[in-house]
């Protein structure tokens, strides 16, 4: 147990943190707590249920993540990813429903963390991810289409296509002041970054679109006219349930489960590449598991790694877990104080806020750029994409799955057995001749999403030491784009390092998917050699230069 759950924190004290970077941690923070209010607030409320939830999810969650995580910077609470799974569980089985669903998903998470199960992560293909973050994030849009534009619906159908069509159906009952509200919370959001860094613009456009809407007594939805008084009390109390009803809560479980263990430690290794370091996934999905558990009894939803929240962390200097527990405080105590005047805030300033959230979650960069490449890559992208929106996440990650699965096998089939490798008859003498300061690593068969992470580790570990690394690459059929973004990814950290990397014996079909990633450029055309000894010859000239200088 020991080995599997070693919290970030704990280390960190025990190998003692500087004065200056607590205060750091603090500063970053209070930041990131403000970051969190409005975000708190709009996931609750897109999610069903009412704003100060969002904010106990917050605070109790984002506390128990950062004391007991793997992770020195993730930031715990409520996501943008869960909004339209917790929105059809509270529609089918109630705010009771949605606790004990989120109880029984932190058991499960903890389980996944006690089975070594942290590394699931490396199993699942970026287009995979890429699809099902659009669709939630274009369902995200599709939600916030009714308060962006005032329009006067008592009951939202779930479904995507019933829903677009109850929005044309009603389109007459628009309110062009919610829309103008919504409108100026989006240009605020993507503007203010240019006045100030520190605070956030959805904070910014909360305050003063508030202010501006109960001043000149504007009619538009608020909080308080559509949820009735928030409380800023955090009560223990256990759901009500049945012991013979669990059954009926273990799929809403285990879709939370499983997408906050993806969206946890994906958040975690984002911050990871951010700040050098590498997390403990076991120990971050035990306390994700933990913090899940814990949370529904004083009434929060569910809370994974939140990776805006946790990027903002990093660019405010945040480096310890402590910077997470500060954030919690901040918003406990931004909720004790200040939670009456929350009522006060327009619906479609939130509306705004999720706008712009969905946009940044949409990644169609990603999108567009995965299209254009691999016709296997674009199946599983658009296929995952069309079953989130239309159907159900858990059945695009499902589908997805098995889709990337049979393309692979037939990639491998497809394999030309023919293939012209590189002659290696003089490898013995090459590595003979090997200086100390070279390290060469071979990589032997496809790279794709199943081995991708383990190679970048690799790659990562043996280069590290060295000033010269190559990649030999002759038995290296074909590249899918997970295993790309993965070595992309660790080239760039090794050159940040300044090291210099070649390859040798690329194939035609890899070398150009390396070239349209952006690897050849990265790596200079100088450094691909079609031969070993080639390689060999050009990296030993520039040890030998580099000493007589």
């Known amino acids: 147990m020991n080995n599997i759950f070693k919290p970030k924190l704990f280390t960190l004290i025990r190998e003692g943190i500087s004065k200056q970077q607590i205060i750091s941690d603090v500063f970053s923070g209070i930041i990131v707590g403000i970051v969190a209010l409005p975000l708190a607030i709009a996931f609750a409320v897109a999610s069903g249920v009412s704003p100060e939830k969002g904010m106990i999810t917050a605070i109790v969650a984002g506390f128990i993540i950062s004391f007991l995580g793997g992770s020195r910077v993730q930031i715990g609470g409520p996501t943008g990813a869960f909004v339209i799974i917790l929105f059809g569980i509270v529609e089918q089985y109630g705010i009771d429903g949605l606790f004990i669903s989120t109880i029984m998903a932190g058991v499960i998470l903890v389980i996944f963390g006690l089975l070594k199960l942290g590394s699931l992560l490396k199993y699942f293909p970026h287009p995979l991810i890429v699809g099902f973050t659009s669709g939630i994030a274009l369902v995200i849009l599709s939600t916030q289409i009714k308060d962006a534009l005032g329009l006067n619906i008592e009951h939202l159908p779930s479904d995507f296509i019933e829903k677009w069509d109850v929005y044309f159906t009603n389109i007459s009952t628009f309110n062009p002041f919610a829309l103008a509200v919504t409108l100026l919370t989006i240009m605020i959001v993507i503007f203010s970054k240019h006045i100030t860094s520190k605070i956030p613009g959805s904070f910014i456009a909360i305050i003063l679109l508030t202010l501006c809407v109960n001043i000149f007594n504007i009619e538009v939805t608020t909080i308080e006219s559509f949820f009735g008084t928030i409380s800023s009390d955090i009560t223990f109390s256990i759901p009500n349930f049945e012991l013979v009803d669990l059954k009926i809560y273990i799929v809403p479980a285990l879709i939370i489960a499983l997408l906050g263990s993806i969206e946890s430690l994906l958040s975690a290794v984002v911050a990871d590449g951010m700040i050098g370091t590498n997390h403990r996934s076991n120990t971050e999905l035990i306390a994700q598991g933990i913090a899940n558990i814990v949370t529904p009894l004083f009434g929060g939803i569910p809370a994974t790694g939140a990776i805006a929240r946790t990027a903002t962390n990093v660019k405010n200097g945040g480096r310890t877990p402590i910077a997470g527990i500060v954030h919690s405080i901040a918003l406990l105590l931004i909720m004790i104080f200040f939670m009456n005047y929350a009522k006060l805030i327009p619906m479609s300033v939130l509306a705004g806020i999720l706008i712009v959230v969905a946009y940044n979650m949409s990644e169609w960069r990603s999108f ?164 070993f000894s080639m390689a060999i010859e050009y990296a030993n000239n520039l040890i030998k230069q580099n000493n007589e200088i």
Do not use: H
């Open 368 to 531: 567009v750029s995965i299209i254009k490449g691999s016709p296997f890559d674009s199946i599983v992208l658009v296929s995952t994409f069309l079953l989130t929106v239309l159907v159900d996440l858990t059945v695009a990650i499902q589908v997805g799955i098995v889709l990337a699965s049979l393309l692979f096998m037939k990639r491998m089939a497809d394999i030309n057995t023919n293939i012209a490798f590189e002659d290696d008859s003089d490898m013995m003498e090459n590595y003979t001749n090997l200086s100390n300061d070279i390290s060469v690593y071979e990589i032997a068969g496809p790279l794709f999403f199943a081995s991708a992470k383990k190679y970048a580790e690799t790659i990562y570990s043996v280069g590290y030491n060295s000033k010269i690394l190559i990649i030999r690459m002759r038995y290296v059929p074909f590249v899918d784009l997970t295993a790309l973004q993965n070595l992309k990814a660790t080239i760039e950290s090794l050159k940040a390092a300044g090291l210099i990397i070649m390859m040798s014996g690329t194939v035609d079909n890899v070398y150009k998917d390396l070239k349209n990633n952006g690897i050849i450029d990265i790596l200079g055309e100088e450094n691909i050699f079609k031969e």
